[in-house]
């Protein structure tokens, strides 16, 4: 057990509270670090920081997996505590939804450079507005002295009992140096927690962090080189020594990356609920006005209750014929549902959709043996012309597909879909055409209704004239 | 009156904004993809917040840091995807935290495929994250409930301060039906636990860790008690046609409608038979089953996945009456007729004379 002592500090900061009424047993004054432990210096420097930018009430310390698990005994401001190294990614969800908080992520060097690696890059790389603390110790201090990412070259940890091989385990990582070739940081120093100097030096490296945040300049972080005596095997003055002659070399001090003079500030808002702009962009989607009842007068009882396969080659509009005839549908009120085939059955160029229409609530929106088949183009038809259930309708791309059906007991429809769309001067609006025979050939709704529907659920107008001559040639096609 | 036809994917985040959501965070994954993409075309638009993180991982703890702030907050993936979020799902529970997760499931296991499957009902309502706990779990069938259910999800996780899944499937989330958007929420209840960087907030700690092993074991029989007034208070399901019923069908997400249409065929041959969709997988309507015990004769289950909600069936069943499966996978889905036939096969003898 130690106390914060260790730097030239004459006060106690207001942003640690005196007593630690979270630590089990309430109450004390003595910290859970071991004697001699960088942990508590750095606490210290970092409270004197939030104390003189006035900053505690808005400061969130997230407290990692770690020798500083319980970072939250200590420090007086809301608090976080979180999943091993997943530090950055918190701070991220936090500070977005706060963004006039200052967000503290403090972390080892097992927590930020081995299990969450990929957090803080990413955290870095996205320039979130946040200040990291990272405290290298050369050793995972909590679980009892395990090797690190920074345990350097013969070093022995438990885990490397024979002295870290580099050959093997990799070198120490240099997360200072790695992290400042990225373009968002702001501002990225190396300092060490050894004599006075070296800590009057990190203190100004916290302040200077903090104050990045403060002014909103961007992502900032200050590596510490800090004691673990007892894992190093060492009295505290052994510890401060093998700092200076053994980490201080392998990961040198210095300021890494300091763009804060040439940053503007950044500003962002806290989410806001704006109903007004929900609205406006609800009222935007497309939507058909109801009209009629459902009740298929006038529709050959064959033809009523369709259950339609739609199938081409991918940018043949194969998706939005579906959903244009499942809208025509729903604006005179039937039940419709509509699905397309995805992933590897719409892979390989080929597109095909579900179309289900009834009076009735629609069951399953699967169509394994269509009613209905509109084959835009020849493998379509040939795959799909078995499933079509006696009595149905094959309505097909003839301009494509120069095969027949073969099939004797359905209705077959051939329609020059491609040829009349380029005479149109638009080969796309094939699937129209065949819309419009299919609709014409059944009886079930008129080429107004489709006009009156693609009024309405198309954003883009500027193709409606295209598309109606579309459809009334296909409705022509079939007489 | 205007209405949309929607994809049950965009009906949900839909359903999202409704409910107060402005906050996304995700990894893209067929076919869940397009939840993220419309929370990115949207999100920023009405001043909320989207990230692309660096991977699950990374987003569920974004969840995190968002819901310790007290903010309605989501995100959304496959199944490969929750695997990876799930310690993150651990620590939103050991820290009460309220969070909407949706999991649009595929086949596995592995890489499996992006066809749709319910291989994750054991890995997302019996856990699979450590500890002892509890998600509320919730099961869409139509772009509507996508919507609904989103909506509901977000309510009770902040109401119980637990995190809610909204398990769904690919079709669920691919298909296209008529929507009608409820109005939106216009106040979001406070929450005095949250860390909202405030002088009234800056005592407030969020916090998994219980080191005393009393401590812990009182955090959890609390959160326990939790879920007995949840389980009391919030079990919801669909009843089909079981007042007469020999057969009971049971079926959840798009199996409910497939089971839909083979009732309509062998209701037509004479068949009693019905339907109970379980629309919320925990709290399970297990009391429920129990009564239907009492009157039908026998049940099936079908699941797209090789039997794992068929076990909760079992337990509420108790092995008073027999309970048949028919489960497709690995992204097969059954057609109408095969579940016709599996109805005929479980279908009860004795129900048959009767
Ligand atoms: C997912 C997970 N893996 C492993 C652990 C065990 N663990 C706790 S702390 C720690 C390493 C801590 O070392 P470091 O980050 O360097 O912090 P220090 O204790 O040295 O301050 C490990 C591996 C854990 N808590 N969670
Ligand atoms: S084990 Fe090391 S890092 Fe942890 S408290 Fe002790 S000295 Fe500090």
């Known amino acids: ?479 | 009156m205007a209405v949309e036809l929607v994809k049950g994917n965009d009906a949900l985040l839909r359903g999202a904004v409704l409910a107060g959501c402005r906050t996304f965070y995700g990894y893209p994954i067929t076919p869940s993809s397009e939840i993220a993409e419309s929370a990115a075309a949207l999100l920023p638009q009405l001043g909320g917040t989207f990230v692309q993180s660096e991977c699950e991982v990374g987003a569920i703890q974004m969840v995190y840091g968002a819901a310790s702030a007290g903010e309605r907050v989501m995100t959304a993936s496959s199944s490969p995807g929750i695997s990876l979020k799930l310690e993150g799902v651990s620590y939103l529970v050991g820290s009460e935290l309220p969070a909407v997760i949706i999991d649009i499931m595929r086949g596995g296991p592995g890489l499996g495929n992006i066809a749709p499957a319910q291989g994750d009902y054991f890995q997302v309502v019996k856990g699979g994250g450590h500890g002892d706990y509890r998600l509320i779990v919730l099961a869409p069938n139509s772009p509507q409930e996508m919507c609904d259910l989103a909506m509901l999800a977000f309510e009770l996780a902040d109401r119980y301060r637990n995190p809610v899944v909204v398990l769904s499937d690919g079709f669920t989330g691919q298909m296209m039906e008529a929507v009608e958007f409820p109005v939106p929420v216009t106040s979001i209840p406070p929450k005095d636990w949250a860390v909202r960087a405030t002088p009234e907030t800056s005592g407030n700690l969020i916090n998994s860790i219980r080191l005393m092993p009393e401590d812990l074991e009182e955090h959890v029989t609390a959160l326990f008690e939790k879920y007995a007034s949840i389980e009391a208070a919030e079990v919801r399901y669909e009843e089909v046609q079981t007042a007469d019923a020999e057969l009971v069908v049971v079926g959840y997400g798009i199996v409910s409608r497939l089971l839909r249409a083979a009732l309509a065929r062998v209701r037509d041959q004479g068949l009693r038979v019905g339907m109970l969709r379980p629309i919320t997988l925990w709290p399970y309507p297990s009391q429920r089953l129990a009564e239907l015990a009492e009157t039908a004769s026998g049940f099936l289950v079908a699941e797209l996945s090789t039997g794992q909600m068929v076990e909760d069936v079992r337990l509420a069943v108790n092995g008073r009456r027999p309970v048949a499966f028919h489960g497709r996978y690995g992204g097969a889905v059954p057609s109408v007729d095969e579940l016709v036939k599996a109805i005929e096969a479980a279908y009860p003898a004795e129900g048959r004379s009767a």
């Open chain 1, 1 to 479: 057990m130690s106390t914060m002592t260790g730097g030239a500090v004459l006060q106690w900061p207001e942003s640690l509270y005196r007593t630690f009424h979270r630590k089990p047993g309430g109450g004390q004054e003595s910290t859970h670090y071991c004697p001699g432990c960088g942990h508590g210096v750095l606490h210290k420097l970092i409270a004197e920081a939030m104390d003189d930018l006035a900053i505690r009430e808005r400061t969130v310390f997230i407290s990692p997996v770690g020798c500083s698990v319980f970072g939250y005994y200590y420090f007086d401001c809301g608090n976080v505590q979180v999943a091993h190294g997943r530090a950055p990614a918190v701070a991220t969800g936090i500070k977005r939804a706060l963004p006039h908080s200052v967000v503290i992520s403090y972390q080892g060097d097992g927590d930020l450079a081995a299990i969450g690696t990929s957090n803080i890059l990413h955290a870095a790389n996205r320039g979130e507005p946040i200040t990291v603390f990272f405290v290298n110790n050369a050793i995972y201090g909590m679980t009892g002295g395990q090797m690190a990412p920074t345990t350097l070259d013969g070093q022995r940890t438990t885990t490397s009992p024979r002295g870290r091989d580099t050959m093997d385990t990799g070198s120490p990582l240099r997360v200072s140096e790695l992290l400042s070739t990225l373009d968002a940081p702001v501002y990225i120093e190396r300092v060490a927690l050894t004599d006075a100097k070296h800590i009057m030096t990190a203190r100004r490296a916290v302040r200077k962090a903090l104050k990045a945040q403060v002014e909103g300049k961007g992502f900032s972080l200050v590596e510490v080189l800090s004691p673990c005596p007892i894992n190093w095997k060492m009295d505290p003055a052994e510890s401060k020594a093998w700092i200076t002659d053994h980490l201080m070399p392998a990961f040198p001090l210095g300021v890494y990356k300091d763009v804060l003079a040439e940053r503007e500030p950044q500003t962002r808002l806290a989410p806001q609920l704006a109903l007004d702009k929900v609205a406006e962009l609800f009222a935007a989607e497309p939507s058909v006005e109801r009209t009629g009842e459902p009740t298929w007068d006038g529709v050959a009882d064959r033809y009523r209750e369709p259950q339609v396969k739609i199938a081409g080659f991918g940018g043949q509009g194969v998706l939005f014929l579906g959903s244009l005839l499942a809208n025509v549908a729903l604006r005179r009120n039937y039940h419709v549902t509509w699905l397309p085939a995805y992933g590897p059955e719409s892979r390989g160029g080929t597109a095909n959709c579900n179309v289900v229409i009834s009076a009735e609530p629609v069951a399953s929106p699967m169509v394994t043996e269509p009613s209905v088949l509109m084959a835009l183009n020849a493998p379509s038809l040939e795959r799909f012309e078995p499933t079509v259930t006696p009595g149905g309708v094959i309505v097909y791309n003839s301009t494509l597909i120069s095969k027949t059906p073969t099939r004797q007991d359905v209705e077959v429809v051939a329609v020059p879909a491609t040829a009349i769309a380029d005479e149109l001067g638009e080969t796309r609006a094939a699937n129209l055409v065949l819309l419009g025979a299919y609709l014409a050939h059944t009886g079930m709704f008129s080429a107004a209704e489709v006009e009156a529907t693609m009024d309405q659920v198309l954003k883009s107008h500027g193709m409606l004239e295209l598309n109606r001559q579309a459809v009334a040639r296909g409705f022509a096609a079939t007489t």
